[in-house]
């Protein structure tokens, strides 16, 4: 059941501070809050510009791919610090446990990794980029 004082103390959390996100998860709840950006410039906004769907598939990619998508919302980073080799890199056999990658959150580093043995098939995230909660961020070929 959905407690409405929680909600509102993790919305008081966010006021006073940078953070624009916040996932909370406890017993299998999970809520997400954001914070929306306000602009404050008088001109008008641009008429969004409609986004076409990208092009179905011709081919069908008939590997076992596991997309390891990311379980909080961060800062994604492939190495440990900025002069350390990347985590994994496309074509690396790897095995259950495998650290992957690091996800900043709240200044806390947190390592994800491999769920199944594999392949890095890609890395479908740019380094230091913001991810949210689902976010793809590796394709691995189960083996």
Known sequence: MMDINLIKELIETLKGTD???LLYE????KIMVRRAEVTLDKEPA????????PP??????KRNLIT???PIVGTFYR???PE??????VGDRIKKGHVLCIIEAMKLMNEIESEVDGVVVDVLVENTTAVEYGEPLFLIESV
């Open 56 to 61: 179905e598939p011709v081919a069908v990619d």
């Open 46 to 53: 641009p008429s969004p510009t409609p986004v076409s769907a």
């Open 19 to 21: 953070v624009t996100e």
């Open 84 to 89: 350390s080799r990347s985590f994994v890199e």
């Open 79 to 81: 190495s440990a610090s």
């Open 68 to 70: 390891v998508k990311s």
């Open 26 to 29: 406890c017993n299998g709840l």
